[in-house]
Structure formats: structure tokens, C-alpha cells
């Protein structure tokens, strides 16, 4: 089996990724729809291209706020199929857009993306894939499971000796103590 941690650390564009954000936990809408949103633009291409192409994709999609793209029009969409530094499908572009009009039903739904995930926790990847197209769209099993996994919902992100995982286990230890006391908070009030 072949890892990201084998080939990431140390290389310019895969190793701040690896290092910093793939498999940690999330809660920021903003992150989750970029991620989202990188998975729906690498189908079918490398990750590298989508890194090297990351900081056109969120000047291009407005930061991926996820109000700012959910109100995007038809000359939104010919302004992004014209824009050499994002990829450049009509359907994919269609889909982000769609998709942020998803996530706002979330809110009203379930509180946010985040609360989304947690309603559905835990889930085998057919059953997310399941969830997500019914839920969203361009999301196919690929797309499903690299996005769970980059936002620590599904292991693999990194084998188990990976140094990276110490940080982690740090992170999801944080977020739930975070939730936690949240929880706390609004059940006292």
C-alpha cells in the first residue's frame, strides 16, 4: 500500500498540505467547502495540479465563502470557465455552485456542514457515497472518501507511524473538547 506520508513530507506543494491540514479535524464551514470543493476540482487530475492551482481556486471562487458562491449567477460561471487558474468544467463549476446552496440548507438542517457530518458519524464509505449523492453533487466515491479522510472523519489519512499523527490525535482531542464545551454552554442556557 502506498501512503501520502511516503512521498509528501519535504516537497514543496505536498508537504505543508501533509503536514498541516490532510486528516486533521475541521469545523469552519470556509475549510470544509474548500475542501470539498478541491476533492470535486482533482477528479480525474493529480493532486499536485489542485495544490499548485489552490491559491487561484480560492481568488477565483471568492475565499470559497460559502454565501459569495451560493449566489453565484450565469456570469459567475462564464467568468470562472474563462479563468486559466482554476480547472476549467462546466460541470464541476456547476457543482461548487450548487453545493453552497446545499451547505446553506445545512444551517437551517443541522446547524452547518459540521454538525452534518457529525448527525451522520460514524459511517462505512459506501454509506457516506450513499449520503453524499444523494445530498450533493460530483461526489462520487473517490471525491467522498479523499474529503472524509482530509477532515479526519475517515482514517487513512497517514500510516500509523507517520509523526504527523501525533498532531493529530492533539487536533481531535482539542475539537471535541471544543464541542464539549459548547454542548455545555448551550445546554445550560
Not at 514543496?12 to 498541516?20: A, Q
Not at 489519512?157 to 454542548?183: G, Q
Amino acid at each position: 500500500m502506498s501512503w501520502y506520508c511516503d512521498v509528501a513530507p519535504g516537497h514543496p506543494e505536498h508537504g505543508p498540505y501533509h503536514d498541516t491540514e490532510y486528516g486533521f479535524p475541521t469545523r469552519d464551514e470556509t475549510v470544509l467547502f474548500e475542501r470539498l470543493c478541491l476533492e470535486i476540482f482533482q477528479a480525474g487530475l493529480s493532486w499536485l495540479l489542485i495544490l499548485k492551482r489552490r491559491p487561484g481556486l480560492n481568488a477565483a471562487f471568492d475565499g470559497f465563502d460559502v454565501d459569495t458562491v451560493a449566489a453565484y449567477g450565469e456570469e459567475d460561471v462564464a467568468r470562472l470557465l474563462g479563468d486559466v487558474r482554476i480547472i476549467r468544467n462546466r460541470l464541476k463549476v456547476h457543482a461548487i455552485i450548487h453545493n453552497a446552496q446545499v451547505l446553506q440548507g445545512l444551517r437551517a438542517s443541522h446547524g452547518g456542514f459540521a454538525c452534518w457530518i457529525d448527525a451522520h458519524t460514524p459511517r462505512d464509505l459506501d454509506e457516506w457515497v450513499k449520503l453524499f449523492r444523494k445530498t450533493f453533487r460530483f461526489t462520487g466515491k473517490e471525491v467522498v472518501n479523499e474529503f472524509l479522510m482530509s477532515t479526519g472523519t475517515l482514517p487513512g489519512a497517514h500510516r500509523p507511524d507517520c509523526p504527523v499523527m501525533v498532531r493529530i490525535a492533539d487536533a481531535k482531542a482539542a475539537v471535541s473538547s471544543a464541542n464539549s464545551s459548547s454542548t455545555s454552554t448551550s445546554s445550560a442556557l
